[in-house]
C-alpha cells in the first residue's frame, strides 16, 4: 500500500472540493435562476467532462500549461515552475475535470427551493446575498452536500487526465490510481491489490451514504412502534 | 425514526469529508527545495536492477530524498522537453538523451554517458504450449499465440527493437495482425506474465527480474537481428543538486553498477 499516494489523493480531492464549492455554487445559482436564451450552451459546456476522453481535456491542458503558452509562462514566472508536472496543475485539471459533478447537484438542490420563499425574503428588505445565505443555502444543504461528496471520490478516483499532466512524481503528482498502475506493471500485485481495496471500499461508503442522504422515503424503514 | 437516519447518515457524510480534509489538508507538501534531492527518469527495462541499486545508493546517502519514476522513454522525452522536474534521465536509447542535450535540457559540462546495452527475449507463460527455446522467433506463427505484447514502438525503445526482430527474422508479416501494445516494456511484460497475451517480445532484465523468474520460459532474440540497443542517460541542465546526480552517475557506470546491470542481464558499453 503506498501511502503517500493515498495521502496526495485525499489532498488533491479536499482542495478540489474547496474550490468547487467556492466556483461552483455562484455557476449554480446562475444555472438555476438564469432565464437567458442560450443558458443550454453553458450547461453543455459544463456537462463536458462528463463525456470528454481525459486524454481530450489533458492534451489541451498541456498545450494551455506548458512553457510556450503565455499563461504558462506567466505561472512559471510566478511560482519559479511549470504548471504541469506539479500539484497546482494536477489541481487546476481536477477542478476542470470534477467541474459537472458539482455544479450538476448544486444546481438541481438550488433549482429546487421555493422561489415563493426567496421573493418573500426579498419583500422583508433582506439583501440577495443575505437571503442566499439565510433562505436557499439551508433548504438545499443536502444536494449541496451531495455534489461536494460526489467530486471529493471522483477527484480521489482520476487517473486519465492525471497521466497525461502529472508525470507521476512520488509525492507531489503519484496519486493513488497511477500509484496502482505502476504497481500492476511492476508485477506487484500484493501493493495494487491493497490500494485499490481501499479506493473501493472508500468509493462505496461514500456512495452509500450520499444515495441514503437523498432518500426521500424513509417511511418505508422498517420501524418497531 | 426519520430523523435519526437522515441525522445519522448526514453526520456520516460530514465525517468522512473532514476526516478526508484533514488528511488532506494537513498533508505535508514536499518541498522540492530541500538539499540533496534526486528525482530520476527511468526507463521501464531498468525497474528491478534500478530499484536494487537505488537500496544501496540510499544507504550510502541518508540525508539525500532520491525519487525514481519508470516509464517509456519517448514519453520522458517529451515530458522534459515540456519542463517535467528530472534531475537525470535514463534512457533506453541513448538517441533521447541526446535530443534534449541539442535542445540544451543537459548540462553542458556532462556529456551524454552510455550505461548499457539492451537486449530482447520472446517469453512465452510457463504453461504455454509454444516451443520457443526450439523454434525461436517461428514459434510466434504457431495459431496458439493469439496475442503477442510488444511494447509500442512510436515512443518505447524496445518496441523499434522488436519490430525490427520481426521483421528481419521475417515473422512480421505473419503476426502484425495479432500485436497488442504495451504503453512501456513494463506493462507489455505484465502483459504477458499474466496470461493477458500468449507471448511477448521484452527485455532480457525484466525476463530475469524475480517477479517473471521461472513463471515463464524464453528465447534470447540475436543481437544482429536488431539495431543495437545503446542505452544512454544524461544529468539534466535543471539538476537541484548536480554534485549528488553525478555521483549518482558515477556509481552506475563504475563497478558496482556494471556488475548489476550485467546480473540483470544487460551488456555493457566497451564490451
Given at each position: 500500500?503506498?501511502?503517500?499516494?493515498?495521502?496526495?489523493?485525499?489532498?488533491?480531492?479536499?482542495?478540489?472540493?474547496?474550490?468547487?464549492?467556492?466556483?461552483g455554487l455562484?455557476?449554480?445559482?446562475?444555472?438555476?435562476t438564469?432565464?437567458?436564451?442560450?443558458?443550454?450552451l453553458?450547461?453543455?459546456?459544463?456537462?463536458?467532462?462528463?463525456?470528454?476522453?481525459?486524454t481530450?481535456?489533458?492534451?489541451?491542458?498541456?498545450l494551455?500549461?506548458?512553457?510556450r503558452?503565455?499563461?504558462?509562462?506567466?505561472?512559471?514566472?510566478?511560482?519559479?515552475?511549470?504548471?504541469?508536472f506539479?500539484?497546482?496543475?494536477?489541481?487546476?485539471a481536477?477542478?476542470l475535470?470534477?467541474?459537472?459533478?458539482?455544479?450538476?447537484?448544486f444546481?438541481?438542490?438550488?433549482?429546487?427551493?421555493?422561489?415563493?420563499?426567496?421573493?418573500?425574503?426579498?419583500?422583508?428588505?433582506?439583501s440577495?446575498f443575505?437571503?442566499?445565505?439565510?433562505v436557499?443555502?439551508?433548504?438545499s444543504?443536502?444536494?449541496i452536500?451531495?455534489?461536494?461528496?460526489?467530486?471529493?471520490?471522483?477527484?480521489?478516483?482520476?487517473?486519465?487526465?492525471?497521466?497525461?499532466?502529472?508525470?507521476?512524481?512520488?509525492g507531489?503528482?503519484?496519486?493513488a490510481?497511477?500509484?496502482?498502475?505502476?504497481?500492476?506493471?511492476?508485477?506487484?500485485?500484493?501493493?495494487a491489490?491493497r490500494?485499490?481495496?481501499?479506493?473501493?471500499?472508500f468509493?462505496f461508503?461514500?456512495l452509500?451514504?450520499?444515495?441514503?442522504l437523498?432518500?426521500?422515503?424513509?417511511a418505508?424503514?422498517?420501524?418497531?412502534? | 425514526m426519520?430523523?435519526?437516519?437522515?441525522?445519522?447518515?448526514?453526520?456520516?457524510?460530514?465525517?468522512i469529508?473532514?476526516?478526508?480534509?484533514?488528511?488532506?489538508?494537513?498533508?505535508?507538501?514536499?518541498?522540492?527545495?530541500?538539499?540533496?534531492?534526486?528525482?530520476?527518469?527511468?526507463?521501464?527495462d531498468?525497474?528491478?536492477a534500478?530499484?536494487e541499486?537505488?537500496?544501496?545508493?540510499?544507504?550510502?546517502h541518508p540525508?539525500?530524498?532520491?525519487?525514481?519514476?519508470?516509464?517509456?522513454s519517448?514519453?520522458f522525452?517529451?515530458?522534459?522537453?515540456?519542463?517535467?522536474?528530472f534531475d537525470?534521465?535514463?534512457?533506453?536509447?541513448?538517441?533521447?538523451?541526446?535530443?534534449?542535450?541539442?535542445?540544451?535540457?543537459?548540462d553542458e559540462?556532462?556529456?551524454?554517458?552510455?550505461?548499457?546495452?539492451?537486449?530482447?527475449?520472446?517469453?512465452?507463460?510457463?504453461?504455454?504450449?509454444?516451443?520457443?527455446?526450439?523454434?525461436?522467433?517461428?514459434?510466434?506463427?504457431?495459431?496458439?499465440?493469439?496475442?503477442i505484447?510488444?511494447?509500442?514502438?512510436q515512443?518505447?525503445?524496445?518496441?523499434?527493437?522488436?519490430e525490427?526482430a520481426?521483421k528481419?527474422?521475417?515473422?512480421?508479416?505473419?503476426?502484425?495482425?495479432?500485436?497488442?501494445?504495451g504503453?512501456?516494456?513494463?506493462?507489455t511484460?505484465q502483459?504477458?506474465q499474466?496470461?493477458?497475451a500468449?507471448?511477448?517480445?521484452?527485455?532480457?532484465?525484466?525476463?530475469?527480474?524475480?517477479?517473471?523468474?521461472?513463471q515463464?520460459?524464453?528465447?534470447?532474440?540475436?543481437?544482429?537481428?536488431?539495431?543495437?540497443?545503446?542505452?544512454?542517460?544524461?544529468?539534466?541542465k535543471?539538476?537541484?543538486?548536480?554534485?549528488?546526480a553525478?555521483?549518482?552517475?558515477?556509481?552506475?557506470?563504475?563497478?558496482?553498477?556494471?556488475?548489476?546491470l550485467?546480473?540483470?542481464?544487460f551488456?555493457l558499453?566497451g564490451?
Amino acid at each position: 500500500m503506498d501511502h503517500a499516494a493515498l495521502l496526495l489523493s485525499l489532498r488533491l480531492a479536499a482542495w478540489t472540493t474547496l474550490i468547487l464549492l467556492v466556483v461552483g455554487l455562484p455557476i449554480a445559482w446562475w444555472l438555476a435562476t438564469s432565464r437567458w436564451r442560450w443558458k443550454f450552451l453553458v450547461e453543455a459546456v459544463v456537462a463536458l467532462p462528463l463525456v470528454l476522453p481525459p486524454t481530450v481535456l489533458g492534451f489541451y491542458l498541456l498545450l494551455a500549461l506548458g512553457p510556450r503558452s503565455p499563461l504558462g509562462q506567466a505561472f512559471e514566472s510566478l511560482a519559479g515552475h511549470t504548471l504541469p508536472f506539479s500539484f497546482e496543475g494536477l489541481l487546476l485539471a481536477s477542478v476542470l475535470y470534477s467541474l459537472p459533478f458539482a455544479v450538476q447537484p448544486f444546481t438541481a438542490a438550488l433549482a429546487g427551493v421555493d422561489r415563493r420563499l426567496i421573493e418573500a425574503s426579498w419583500c422583508l428588505g433582506v439583501s440577495r446575498f443575505q437571503t442566499f445565505v439565510r433562505v436557499v443555502l439551508p433548504l438545499s444543504v443536502t444536494g449541496i452536500l451531495s455534489g461536494m461528496v460526489l467530486t471529493f471520490a471522483h477527484t480521489l478516483g482520476e487517473f486519465g487526465v492525471v497521466l497525461m499532466v502529472g508525470g507521476n512524481l512520488e509525492g507531489r503528482t503519484r496519486t493513488a490510481s497511477i500509484a496502482i498502475y505502476d504497481a500492476v506493471q511492476a508485477l506487484d500485485y500484493a501493493s495494487a491489490s491493497r490500494t485499490a481495496l481501499v479506493l473501493l471500499v472508500f468509493s462505496f461508503v461514500v456512495l452509500a451514504l450520499t444515495y441514503g442522504l437523498q432518500r426521500r422515503v424513509w417511511a418505508s424503514w422498517p420501524t418497531r412502534s | 425514526m426519520k430523523a435519526i437516519v437522515k441525522g445519522a447518515l448526514a453526520a456520516g457524510v460530514l465525517l468522512i469529508v473532514a476526516a478526508g480534509f484533514m488528511a488532506g489538508l494537513r498533508a505535508p507538501a514536499p518541498s522540492p527545495e530541500r538539499k540533496q534531492t534526486l528525482t530520476i527518469a527511468a526507463a521501464s527495462d531498468l525497474k528491478f536492477a534500478l530499484d536494487e541499486f537505488l537500496a544501496e545508493f540510499r544507504a550510502r546517502h541518508p540525508d539525500a530524498s532520491i525519487q525514481v519514476t519508470y516509464g517509456s522513454s519517448g514519453n520522458f522525452l517529451a515530458q522534459i522537453s515540456n519542463g517535467a522536474p528530472f534531475d537525470v534521465f535514463l534512457s533506453a536509447d541513448v538517441a533521447y538523451p541526446r535530443k534534449l542535450a541539442e535542445q540544451g535540457l543537459v548540462d553542458e559540462k556532462e556529456p551524454v554517458f552510455l550505461y548499457a546495452v539492451g537486449r530482447i527475449v520472446v517469453w512465452v507463460p510457463e504453461g504455454s504450449p509454444l516451443a520457443v527455446e526450439s523454434l525461436g522467433m517461428e514459434a510466434l506463427r504457431e495459431p496458439a499465440a493469439r496475442r503477442i505484447a510488444i511494447a509500442n514502438p512510436q515512443h518505447a525503445p524496445y518496441g523499434r527493437a522488436a519490430e525490427a526482430a520481426l521483421k528481419s527474422l521475417g515473422v512480421h508479416e505473419a503476426v502484425k495482425d495479432r500485436l497488442v501494445l504495451g504503453e512501456n516494456i513494463a506493462q507489455t511484460a505484465q502483459f504477458v506474465q499474466s496470461g493477458s497475451a500468449d507471448a511477448g517480445i521484452i527485455a532480457l532484465a525484466l525476463a530475469l527480474a524475480p517477479a517473471m523468474k521461472g513463471q515463464g520460459r524464453y528465447w534470447e532474440v540475436p543481437l544482429e537481428a536488431y539495431p543495437r540497443m545503446e542505452q544512454g542517460g544524461a544529468i539534466l541542465k535543471r539538476a537541484a543538486d548536480p554534485e549528488l546526480a553525478r555521483r549518482f552517475r558515477d556509481e552506475l557506470l563504475g563497478p558496482r553498477g556494471r556488475a548489476l546491470l550485467g546480473r540483470y542481464g544487460f551488456s555493457l558499453p566497451g564490451e
